[in-house]
């Protein structure tokens, strides 16, 4: 069994949610019985930008807020007014993967409405609701879809491909702009000037000021390959970095090890 559940970014932050964790919760006023373990999960973002988002797998059952086993990932802070949340059912969802924008191969809703099968579902007739189930014929167009991009690629080069893909996923969590805002906010607060925590180079002081004022990346301190189940980020995971030693941290899959070299580098480090 394979469902949609829809949100709508104007009363949720959807994008900033997913930035923010691998295991998310999903208002569910309907269809809760019939919501399985192991069941596939499509997140869809309504608004002016619609489409499927983020896949994932049910794994935890329906279930009111107060007896969620990771309450941490309500993300109650994103709701615009509490009082749109749909109901305080929650289902929880491990996601596999997330694809905020085009260029990062989220699937648009002119592309399900163009399908010859998906253009059928009520997602796309009557998209009023939350949850949307999927019939075993829709599931497999919806995944073709998704896979488009990853399926004509050999054996070999499969784990290169999807190396690719656990770099974009990482690079997304460090773009969850409120954390960023915060981040840089707290920096300037203490230091008066944003400056690369590693080399401490300042776009305010290289570039013209219309380019170089304000300007910093994020780098996410927490390795990828730690994030297997509920990640929350705060301001202490990110390091305020400038662009090319962003682009150092990530040269290798090691980017830990990578970031402590850069930091005994430029002597912030023993």
């Given at each position: 069994?394979?469902?949609?559940f829809q949100g709508n970014p104007n009363k949720f932050d959807i994008d900033d949610y997913l930035s923010r964790?691998?295991?998310?919760?999903?208002?569910?006023?309907?269809?809760?019985?019939?919501?399985?373990?192991?069941?596939?999960?499509?997140?869809?973002?309504?608004?002016?930008?619609?489409?499927?988002?983020?896949?994932?797998?049910?794994?935890?059952?329906?279930?009111?807020?107060?007896?969620?086993?990771?309450?941490?990932?309500?993300?109650?802070?994103?709701?615009?007014?509490?009082?749109?949340?749909?109901?305080?059912?929650?289902?929880?969802?491990?996601?596999?993967?997330?694809?905020?924008?085009?260029?990062?191969?989220?699937?648009?809703?002119?592309?399900?409405?163009?399908?010859?099968?998906?253009?059928?579902?009520?997602?796309?007739?009557?998209?009023?609701?939350?949850v949307f189930r999927l019939k075993s014929d829709e599931t497999d167009a919806l995944m073709g879809l998704w896979?488009?991009?990853?399926?004509?690629?050999?054996?070999?080069?499969?784990?290169?491909?999807?190396?690719?893909?656990?770099?974009?996923?990482?690079?997304?969590r460090e773009r969850s702009r409120k954390l960023i805002n915060l981040k840089k906010e707290q920096y300037k607060?203490?230091?008066?000037?944003?400056?690369?925590?590693?080399?401490?180079?300042?776009?305010?002081?290289?570039?013209?000021?219309?380019?170089?004022?304000?300007?910093?990346?994020?780098?996410?301190?927490?390795?990828?390959?730690?994030?297997?189940?509920?990640?929350?980020?705060?301001?202490?995971?990110?390091?305020?970095?400038?662009?090319?030693?962003?682009?150092?941290?990530?040269?290798?899959?090691?980017?830990?090890?990578?970031?402590?070299?850069?930091?005994?580098?430029?002597?912030?480090?023993?």
């Amino acid at each position: 069994m394979a469902w949609i559940f829809q949100g709508n970014p104007n009363k949720f932050d959807i994008d900033d949610y997913l930035s923010r964790y691998s295991f998310i919760y999903w208002s569910t006023p309907t269809n809760q019985k019939d919501l399985k373990f192991g069941d596939r999960a499509f997140i869809w973002r309504a608004g002016a930008q619609p489409g499927v988002v983020a896949i994932g797998i049910i794994r935890e059952l329906p279930t009111s807020r107060e007896n969620v086993n990771t309450p941490e990932a309500l993300g109650d802070d994103l709701w615009t007014n509490q009082q749109d949340e749909p109901t305080d059912i929650k289902v929880g969802i491990q996601v596999d993967e997330a694809r905020l924008t085009p260029d990062e191969g989220m699937l648009q809703r002119y592309q399900l409405k163009e399908h010859p099968t998906l253009r059928k579902n009520r997602i796309i007739t009557n998209p009023v609701g939350t949850v949307f189930r999927l019939k075993s014929d829709e599931t497999d167009a919806l995944m073709g879809l998704w896979k488009v991009g990853y399926t004509d690629i050999d054996e070999k080069n499969y784990s290169a491909m999807e190396g690719v893909a656990q770099l974009r996923s990482h690079y997304r969590r460090e773009r969850s702009r409120k954390l960023i805002n915060l981040k840089k906010e707290q920096y300037k607060k203490i230091n008066g000037k944003l400056r690369c925590e590693i080399c401490g180079l300042s776009f305010e002081e290289v570039y013209p000021k219309a380019l170089g004022d304000d300007f910093i990346e994020a780098h996410h301190k927490i390795p990828l390959a730690q994030i297997n189940q509920v990640i929350r980020t705060t301001l202490d995971d990110l390091l305020l970095v400038c662009s090319n030693c962003h682009r150092m941290i990530h040269r290798t899959k090691d980017c830990e090890e990578n970031l402590e070299l850069l930091l005994k580098h430029f002597g912030k480090l023993e």
